[in-house]
Each structure stands twice: as C-alpha cells, then as structure tokens.
C-alpha cells in the first residue's frame, strides 16, 4: 500500500506490505514521522490507500494517539455510547477494565488524567469485542509501572479471545517479551517485518580486529570501525567464527537502533 500525507507532495508510507496472522500480536516501531500512525489509520479503514489495498477479518477496533473523547460525557456515558454505537457489545468486559485500573464512572472526560483517558479509551474498544484491535501509542500517557501492567493485561484479553493486537510505539522497551512480531518503518517504508525471535537469532554481531569487510558471510546491517576493532551486525544466522573474532547476538533495541541508523 502506499499514502500521500495530507496536503503534501511526500508520501507518508509507500510500498508496504505485510501478512498479521490471526491472534499475532505485532508491535509497529519507528521515529515520529515515520508513518506509524498512518498505517494504523489505513489498516483502521479511516484513510484509503493511493495504491494496493488491506484487508483485515472481522471487527476492528482502533484507538488512536490523541484518545477523542465528548468532554461533557462521563465516563458511565462513554460506555453507553460503545453499547449504542456498536452491533456487537460487551458490557461487562468494558465496565470489568474499567474496575480494574480504578477509574470512577462519575467522572466527566473533561476531569480525566491522561492514564484515565487511555483506560476509558481501552475498555470502549474491548468491549466491542474487536477481531483486531489496533493501538496507537496506547501506553505513551501511562508511568512505566502502570505500562506493564496494562500491557500484561492486555496479552490476557487478546490471548483469551483470539485477538490480532498491533501497536505502534517508538519506545523499543515496551515490545521485549510483548510483540510477537516487530514492523520495523523508518520514512514510511518498511525496514524489517518478522516474528521476532527469528530476527533476533538471525542478527549477530562480530567484533574483532579492525577489517575493511565482515569476517563472515551474510548482508551486512551495520559496520562499525575504531582504532583497532571493527565491529559487523550481520544477518548470518550465526555462522561460527574463530578467535580473535567473537559474536553474540543482539538485544531487540541494538536491533532495531542499527537498521534505524543504517536507513539513516
């Protein structure tokens, strides 16, 4: 698929494609700008690609970065409002997030805390019973002990229903042990896109003496050169190498900085 940004020449993503299989939970990772947020508005229905198209099974739910929300509403209105607007509605299931993260029904979403706001805006989409459920940032507004804990609480929720999860984040953090997929964008195109455990033992890195090409065979991700070492990222699979040279391989976050750095 491919978008023009609104009112610009440039495009926001172009020539992306990719496969989620059911019940997958992938994790969209970028720079702001990067088109992030626009895929998920294309994968939403919300925005129509210039070219190819998507197609996603069942209902979808989204919540996107900025959480609207009618500021007379409370919270309790919020929740009338999903059981109205939607054909399919669980009640029970949004009321249950709701109880679970403490947030009063009495308030109105004028009063809402950011984590508030992110809590409401993820029970509404819950209780739609969603097939994908599709994040925008879900966690940004959120301090780093409730991050996990929602993120915890939402593997629960898709894994006992069979849920496709994407989430976009710029936080490399918050996917280590959560996504089982990584779509990895850098200028609205696609760097990398796998399950995520096979990348992870696919990059290795070699350091060793310093060398003016890598001492294995493979692409090469990144080469890096000091004084007297040289270090290579390359997609090898591990091939063995001899002393002086040792490998290891890669954290997540080494992972995607080098291919970031590499598109830089």
């Not at 978008?3 to 299989?21: D, H, I, T, Y």
């Not at 509605?89 to 997030?97: L, Q, S, V």
């Not at 070492?229 to 190498?241: A, D, E, K, M």
């Amino acid at each position: 698929m491919s978008v023009v940004a609104a009112g610009l020449s440039k495009w926001a993503v172009r020539n992306v494609s990719f496969e989620l299989p059911p019940g997958s939970v992938t994790a969209v990772v970028g720079a702001n700008g990067s088109g992030k947020s626009t895929l998920l508005n294309v994968l939403a229905g919300h925005l129509r690609p210039e070219s190819g198209h998507t197609s996603t099974a069942g209902r979808v739910a989204h919540v996107p970065q900025h959480k609207p929300m009618y500021r007379s509403f409370k919270v309790a209105d919020v929740l009338e409002f999903g059981r109205r607007m939607n054909d399919v509605w669980d009640h029970r299931r949004a009321d249950e997030w709701l109880t679970r993260f403490k947030v009063p029904r009495k308030l109105q979403a004028e009063d809402l805390s950011g984590g508030q706001r992110t809590h409401v805006t993820l029970a509404l989409a819950l209780g739609s019973r969603p097939d994908v459920l599709l994040l925008d940032e879900p966690l940004s507004e959120l301090d780093p002990l409730a991050r996990r804990k929602v993120m915890r609480e939402l593997l629960t929720e898709v894994s006992d229903n069979g849920t496709t999860l994407v989430f976009s984040t710029h936080v490399v953090a918050e996917i280590s042990g959560v996504a089982d997929r990584l779509l990895l964008l850098s200028g609205g195109k696609v760097l990398i896109d796998g399950d995520t455990d096979e990348l992870l033992e696919e990059h290795v890195l070699y350091t060793g003496p310093h060398a003016s090409k890598s001492p294995v065979e493979g692409p090469v991700v990144l080469a890096k050169h000091g004084q007297s070492q040289s270090s290579f990222l390359v997609r090898s699979g591990g091939t063995p190498i001899d002393e002086p040279w040792t490998a290891r391989f890669v954290t997540l976050e080494e992972l995607v900085v080098a291919h970031l750095e590499r598109a830089a």
